[in-house]
């Protein structure tokens, strides 16, 4: 019995990469070859780059979420205080931030005055939400305390107030400028409730990095907020950190525990989960898209493939006289395809990476060109849209546009694998 050839020894890879190099006139397709060669490489880096953007996209926008708003916020049900009233201020606020602060996990507890009120200088007008807060809290809050940009001495916030880039350009101030708050919740009269209006040295401008933060925040020192909106003794909430905030749903119980009495919890997945569920889907749908964009590209290995057994025909029936198996030739043109999609893969995952790398000036070119229209932070939310290149998303393209090039390649092998060597040389 002769000896079995060994699956892909050298002169398989030999007769593969011969073919594959192959003029027109020597009966190759190198056209198609490079056909599928170049459409597998965009498929593969049309689809890391659009993962890339993706990551980058949805931890730039959680990332502004944790490092400017609470992990956590711990209010109270509403009840009805002494004076007869609806109420849901903290009264013991200090003692309930210390039983949280408690709590394995948690970093920071803050307890805050939240209120809307106008924001005025001259003739401009801006609508905003007022965050009571103690100096040294403020100071660790990351994305406020060091901010991507920023005015004045955060160190002077005792003396005045600190106010979002967007308020700021929407009145027109800066820093060691002057604004009037203006609160319809005033000082009470007999003849009723008159609006509180006063004037705040504005010490600090920051960018928080979140469109919507920065056109509404303005911070307050904690004790001047509970003057002005009538909230000596008491607080609104507290402001809670957390050391792991994608773990917070493990804290939320401990938290609010620790909290006790009519304490309720609201958490930073409950504010922003349906956008992050939409975002989940979203790239679910765009990485199937891709996929079939790859699939599309790799289906131009099966044409390039069926026109090479068409032209090589009297090759494999005088490699099958010479005592080539059925398998062999299967392997050799199955290698073929392999190794154009092995190509075009490696050359794909290249492109990619080097595009989702330096995606920060290509996309600032692109948005500079189209006169700064491509990114609108107002609908986004972020300023800019980065590039998160993960090796998880890498590997998944290469995965999938190996695995579909494998696949296709299977069946014109076959068929070449299964030609007759007297057919095939019946009319040479």
């Not at 398989?12 to 190099?21: D, S, V």
């Not at 970093?107 to 040294?136: C, H, M, S, W």
Request: charged share 20%.
């Amino acid at each position: 019995m002769a000896n079995r050839t060994a699956p892909f020894a050298r002169f398989e890879w030999m007769i593969a990469w011969r073919y594959l190099r192959a003029r027109r006139a020597e009966g190759g397709v190198s056209v198609m070859t490079w056909i599928s060669l170049i459409g597998i490489t965009l498929a593969v880096a049309a689809l890391i780059i659009t993962m890339a953007v993706r990551a980058g996209f949805r931890a730039e926008f959680v990332d502004t979420i944790l490092g400017s708003n609470a992990h956590v916020t711990v209010y109270s049900a509403t009840y009805v205080n002494e004076s007869g009233a609806f109420s849901r201020a903290l009264q013991d606020f200090d003692t309930m931030a210390d039983r949280v602060r408690n709590v394995e996990g948690v970093t920071r507890v803050a307890p805050l005055i939240k209120g809307q009120v106008l924001a005025n200088l001259l003739d401009r007008n801006a609508g905003v939400e007022i965050y009571g807060i103690r100096f040294d809290d403020l100071k660790t809050i990351p994305r406020i305390a060091n901010p991507e940009n920023f005015q004045g001495d955060i160190e002077r916030f005792e003396s005045g107030i600190a106010i979002g880039s967007g308020v700021a350009r929407e009145l027109g101030v800066t820093a060691g400028d002057k604004i009037k708050l203006i609160s319809p919740n005033g000082v009470k009269t007999p003849f009723g409730t008159s609006p509180r209006v006063v004037a705040y040295e504005v010490v600090y401008v920051f960018t928080a990095g979140r469109y919507d933060i920065d056109k509404t925040r303005v911070y307050m020192p904690f004790t001047e907020a509970q003057s002005y909106f009538n909230r000596e003794g008491v607080a609104d909430e507290l402001e809670v950190m957390v050391e792991v905030p994608e773990g917070i749903d493990d804290l939320a119980l401990p938290i609010l525990r620790a909290a006790g009495g009519e304490t309720l919890l609201w958490t930073w997945r409950d504010a922003s989960g349906a956008f992050l569920k939409a975002l989940d889907i979203e790239d679910t749908v765009m990485f199937v898209l891709m996929a079939i964009l790859v699939l599309i590209a790799a289906m131009n290995i099966i044409s390039g493939l069926v026109m090479l057994v068409k032209n090589k025909g009297r090759d494999i029936g005088i490699l099958r006289t010479m005592g080539l198996s059925e398998g062999s030739v299967l392997r050799v043109f199955f290698l073929c395809g392999a190794m154009v999609g092995m190509l075009g893969t490696l050359f794909g995952v290249i492109l990619g990476c080097l595009f989702a790398i330096y995606f920060d000036p290509i996309f600032a070119f692109v948005n500079g060109a189209s006169g700064g229209d491509a990114w609108d932070a107002s609908i986004r939310g972020v300023y800019r849209l980065p590039a998160l290149l993960q090796a998880k998303d890498v590997i998944s393209a290469v995965v999938l546009s190996l695995g579909l090039s494998f696949v296709v390649t299977i069946f014109p092998a076959r068929r070449a694998a299964r030609m007759n060597p007297v057919e095939a040389l019946r009319y040479e």
